[in-house]
Antibody, heavy 124, light 110 residues
Framework: QLQLQESGPGLVKPSETLSLTCSVSGGSISTTSYFWGWLRQPPGKEVEWIGSIYNSGSTYYNPSLKSRGIISVDTSKNEFSLKLRSVTAADTAVYYC????????????????WGQGTLVTVSS | QSALAQPASVSGSPGQSITISCTGSSSDVGAYKFVSWYQQHPGKAPKSIIYDVTQRPSGVSIRFSGSKSGNTASLTISGLQAEDEADYFCSSYASSSTYVFGTGTKVTVL
């Protein structure tokens, strides 16, 4: 059974870079037909998709992040990562990683399974 | 992109059917056949229950069904059970190759 687990600091200072890693177990991140995505949910707000990556390193991002986010993949470690620079309090959220299915069709897909999520608070 | 609009809460008695709406625009729900629905119990990871508007992932109960008309998608839960009490949110692929999510609906089993 495929499982994803987020890890990283729970507290980041304003203007610094948020860094998270998603470890994938029970399956290979190199499997074709899947992208791997990052999403977040600020307290009391809806889920927001941040971006996704294919095992080749091909990425696509939510334009609303204004190029602050970078997603990378390490197939040797079976994990992918998120870096979000110049964070503010508005970046405080539960961050999730998830497998994105269907995206290799050239259009939309869906996310399944998701990790448990990790709360990241931006505060000095 | 604006969030997809969902009712804040929906309730029903065991055995009843309930429907949750998800209203977007001609740039997301109305434009694509890529609407998905997720169930989230408190403190748990979201779980996919519907994809591509009407499709159920393997292992998901047939009591969950999806549909779409124009800019509004809907999730119906038939034969409501206590275990269905959870938060539900929708998502749609949208223009500019992005995804937009719903505001979420809390389902209460009376």
């Amino acid at each position: 059974q495929l499982q994803l687990q987020e890890s990283g600091p729970g507290l980041v200072k304003p203007s610094e870079t948020l860094s998270l890693t998603c470890s994938v177990s029970g399956g290979s991140i190199s499997t074709t037909s899947y992208f791997w995505g990052w999403l977040r949910q600020p307290p009391g707000k809806e889920v927001e998709w941040i971006g996704s990556i294919y095992n080749s390193g091909s990425t696509y991002y939510n334009p609303s992040l204004k190029s602050r986010g970078i997603i990378s993949v390490d197939t040797s470690k079976n994990e992918f990562s998120l870096k979000l620079r110049s964070v503010t309090a508005a970046d405080t959220a539960v961050y999730y990683c998830a497998r994105e299915e269907g995206a290799t069709r050239g259009s939309g897909g869906w996310f399944d399974p998701w990790g448990q999520g990790t709360l990241v608070t931006v505060s000095s | 992109q604006s969030a997809l609009a969902q009712p804040a809460s929906v309730s029903g008695s065991p055995g009843q059917s309930i429907t949750i709406s998800c209203t977007g625009s001609s740039s997301d729900v109305g434009a694509y056949k890529f609407v998905s629905w997720y169930q989230q119990h408190p403190g748990k990871a979201p779980k996919s229950i519907i994809y591509d508007v009407t499709q159920r992932p393997s292992g998901v109960s047939i009591r969950f069904s999806g549909s779409k008309s124009g800019n509004t998608a809907s999730l119906t839960i038939s034969g409501l059970q206590a275990e269905d009490e959870a938060d539900y949110f929708c998502s749609s692929y949208a223009s500019s190759s992005t995804y937009v999510f719903g505001t979420g609906t809390k389902v209460t089993v009376l």
